[in-house]
């Protein structure tokens, strides 16, 4: 298993950016696909971005192609998600979860993220 723990949520006002990070411990950090996905109020779970094991490869929902990049540190054990540009349409609770296979089997608890205008 692996333990997930995100930081850096807050209040960012619309244009602005702000930088997510996702602490993993326990089972080997390389062995997991790693992604971050966000829920606003009253609405389902979201994909938001996602890493390969390596790093080599990125993947993202159209709505944040162009202002979110998501990176990770192997040697940290830690995923990050740069936030640039954000709109108030981007306040949500951000989570990340690891995937070992085919499904994403562990999240986090999530930060919050608020975006005024």
């Known amino acids: 298993q692996v333990q997930l723990v995100e930081s850096g949520g807050g209040l960012v006002q619309a244009g602005g950016s702000l930088r997510l990070s996702c602490a993993a411990s326990g089972r080997t950090f390389a062995d997991y696909v790693m992604g971050w996905f966000r829920q606003a109020p009253g609405k389902e779970r979201e994909f938001v971005a996602g890493?390969?094991?390596?790093?080599?490869?990125?993947d993202y929902a159209d709505s944040v192609k162009g202002r979110f990049t998501i990176s990770r540190d192997n040697a940290k054990n830690t995923v990050y998600l740069q936030m640039n540009n954000v709109k108030p349409e981007d306040t949500a609770v951000y989570y990340c979860a690891a995937r070992p296979s085919s499904d994403y089997n562990f999240w986090g608890q999530g930060t919050q993220v608020t975006v005024s205008s």
């Open positions: 890493v390969t094991k390596n790093g080599g490869t990125t």
